[in-house]
């Protein structure tokens, strides 16, 4: 029997190895809070050394496929637009992108790949502001909230805000574009599987951009490329699609939430770094 406003169900999450030390803790845990307190993420109930209690919410997680729906898609945008307007009390230089980068190579130091510099220039030169991001958006860490599915609107809810950092905008949008192409429940190894054909098209990512632009007004059948200007998002987005990790058979590699100074989490193997999608 509850008590007061006390919830009848929660959710209990305990810390793995992707959080190490005092210092991911307390962002973690005031992230959390700020997020649940601007109905970005579940709400916050209690938190303690090993983890934390969070609002249970019936949900189930969104598949591949539902990315590609427009709808979905329209909302996703809306929500990382949101995202990257906030203003958080954290460290407001882009360190995490290239902390991950760094972190990848030294696991894969055997292969022969062009240096670090080359990319960090590339990277650094090109225009895309550093907002707060989420860093991982793909449909494992998209709710689609069960008793919203019929709705037009407000369906979904980010979870999951271990990489959550200021970066590069153009990264959080580059990344999820290439989450498309990605299948997280392919039943042999190495578990997941990279279908290049179901890269978003020009006509996709300009939904997804007007959205991001004018998440309130712009319906998806709306936007058409000239509508974005020069200052549409997409133009930034190259700076997500220019790296990314495809592992081979042997590697299945996760950075550790706070980089530097976390102890890395590779189970083991090797990979390969190729450029995916460069142009849009």
């Known amino acids: 029997r509850s008590v007061r406003d006390e919830p009848r169900a929660v959710l209990l999450r305990v810390y793995g190895a992707i959080l190490q030390g005092l210092d991911s803790l307390v962002l973690q845990s005031v992230m959390f809070a700020v997020?649940?307190?601007?109905?970005?993420?579940?709400?916050?109930?209690?938190?303690?050394?090993?983890?934390?209690?969070?609002?249970?919410?019936?949900?189930?997680?969104?598949?591949?496929?539902d990315l590609r729906d427009p709808d979905i898609s329209g909302e996703i945008a809306v929500k990382m637009s949101r995202f990257h307007r906030m203003v958080m009390p954290f460290n407001k230089e882009p360190k995490w992108l290239f902390g991950t980068m760094e972190w990848y190579l030294e696991q894969i130091s055997e292969l022969t790949v062009l240096p670090i510099g080359i990319h960090r220039d590339l990277l650094e030169s090109t225009p895309s502001p550093v907002v707060f991001c989420h860093n991982d958006v793909q449909e494992g860490?998209?709710?689609?909230?069960?008793?919203?599915?019929?709705?037009?609107?407000?369906?979904?809810?980010?979870?999951?805000?271990?990489?959550?950092?200021?970066?590069?905008?153009?990264?959080?949008?580059?990344?999820?574009?290439?989450?498309?192409t990605y299948d997280y429940t392919h039943h042999s190894w190495p578990f997941f599987k990279a279908i290049p054909e179901n890269y978003p098209s020009r006509e996709q990512q300009v939904g997804l951009g007007g959205h991001w632009l004018h998440p309130r007004s712009v319906g998806w059948g709306s936007m058409r490329p000239t509508a974005l200007g020069s200052h549409q998002p997409l133009q930034h987005a190259r700076l997500g699609e220019r790296w990314k990790l495809l592992p081979g058979k042997e590697l299945r590699a996760k950075p550790p939430a706070s980089l530097p100074g976390s102890a890395p989490v590779l189970q083991q193997g090797r990979g390969r770094i190729v450029p995916l999608h460069w142009a849009l």
């Not at 916050?44 to 949900?59: C, N, T």
């Not at 919203?148 to 990264?171: P, Q, T, V």
């Open 35 to 65: 997020l649940a307190e601007r109905a970005l993420g579940p709400r916050l109930f209690g938190v303690f050394p090993e983890g934390r209690l969070e609002q249970y919410i019936p949900s189930r997680r969104l598949r591949t496929e």
């Open 141 to 180: 860490n998209i709710l689609l909230l069960a008793e919203r599915e019929a709705s037009s609107s407000d369906k979904l809810m980010l979870i999951d805000f271990e990489y959550s950092s200021y970066n590069y905008r153009g990264f959080d949008i580059g990344n999820h574009f290439c989450e498309w």
